[in-house]
């Protein structure tokens, strides 16, 4: 894909995105399809030659979209919302263009220095913590849990 069809195809993704978020409830809000339904559609061998954008855009919308639970929907209620405002998409179509890889500040200073002034602004500012308090953003609760027990762990010893 060329610059000029990677201008064309994200001004075609962000107008079905942008329809997509406006119309969402038009969705169901669980997936209507049955297991092996869509590997069913898939082939089994990997493609011999690239498809057109297009077709992989239409394989997205007819074979994809139909096994995708909604949790942008306003009636899902289960887990956790789904963090993709507008907002947040844009900043990860900014991250992924860079190829930004926010693991640690050797691997993207400005990520992590970025990370370090917003919990500073989220703990002190906003809630009010002394600023002794400092933290980090977990991606799940998974790791924050491991996070929290591995601190424990070192402040016992």
């Not at 887990?79 to 179509?93: D, H, K, Q, R, V």
Request: charged share 15%; glycine share 4%.
């Amino acid at each position: 894909m060329n610059l000029d069809e990677f201008r064309r195809y994200g001004h075609e993704l962000i107008d079905w995105m942008a329809s997509y978020l406006e119309n969402i409830e038009s969705f169901p809000v669980m997936a209507q399809v049955q297991p092996k339904e869509i590997i069913n559609q898939l082939p089994i061998n990997p493609p011999q030659k690239a498809e057109s954008f297009a077709q992989i855009f239409t394989d997205f919308k007819e074979i994809i979209l139909p096994g995708i639970t909604h949790w942008q929907h306003p009636s899902f209620f289960a887990y956790f919302p789904a963090n993709s405002s507008p907002t947040s998409i844009l900043g990860e179509m900014l991250t992924a263009t860079i190829g930004a890889q926010c693991m640690i500040w050797q691997t993207s200073p400005a990520a992590t220095e970025l990370e370090e002034r917003i919990m500073q602004w989220l703990g002190n500012k906003m809630l009010g913590l002394p600023p002794e308090f400092t933290g980090v953003i977990q991606d799940t609760a998974s790791t924050a849990t491991l996070c929290s027990i591995l601190t424990a762990r070192e402040m016992a010893c």
